[in-house]
């Protein structure tokens, strides 16, 4: 395989990934349920940002590359595949589900943020320091909306507690944040 076409494969990758995050993002959007948690909705939103954004660049340096479109209409189609079952997912869970959502999309960010580690070393093996530098910057987008779906998940499961009467002490969401905040900058130290 030739440098060009490991390049596309690895970008057609990324922005399949990615699509298909955007994607669950959307519909986790659209869901009367979030729409209850400002939280939720300011991180899904800032997400649904960046994901489109990292898309639009990945296909545009796909399509400025010699046989870079060619793979794209078939991992879109794979992608809606498995977005359809992530959105029956979505709709099978009767509780908590907005945290769930959070959950779920805190995962995915995180299955993209390493995909980015990988497309960023394979573009500095190949000499490819364009494509290496989108994706490091790509990967610093994500690791902040990382940090922002970790905070929103405390206060959304505290909400959603509340809201089925289902805790003794509703005011745990903002303690729950700091200490989870304080173990990875305790790890950072570490």
């Excluded at 948690?37 to 400025?64: C, K, Q, W």
Aim: charged fraction near 25%; aromatic fraction near 4%; proline fraction near 1%.
């Amino acid at each position: 395989m030739d440098r060009t076409a490991i390049l596309n494969s690895y970008v057609t990758d990324m922005a399949a990934v990615e699509g298909h995050i955007e994607a669950a993002v959307e519909r986790q959007l659209a869901s009367d349920d979030t729409a209850k948690y400002p939280d939720a909705v300011r991180v899904l939103t800032s997400l649904r940002t960046i994901l489109r954004s990292h898309i639009s660049e990945l296909e545009a340096f796909n399509e400025r590359t010699e046989g870079g479109g060619i793979k794209e209409a078939v991992k879109e189609a794979l992608g809606d595949v498995l977005g359809v079952a992530a959105g029956f997912y979505d709709q099978i869970r009767q509780t908590d589900k907005v945290s769930r959502m959070i959950r779920d999309s805190y995962t995915a960010t995180s299955l993209a943020a390493v995909s980015y580690h990988m497309l960023y070393t394979t573009a500095l093996a190949l000499k490819a320091d364009d494509l290496a530098a989108m994706a490091l910057s790509n990967l610093e987008d994500l690791t902040g909306v990382i940090g922002d779906l970790s905070e929103a998940v405390c206060t959304v499961v505290a909400a959603e507690l509340t809201d089925e009467d289902k805790t003794i002490d509703p005011t745990v969401g903002q303690q729950a944040v700091r200490a989870t905040q304080k173990a990875w900058a305790n790890a950072d130290d570490a």
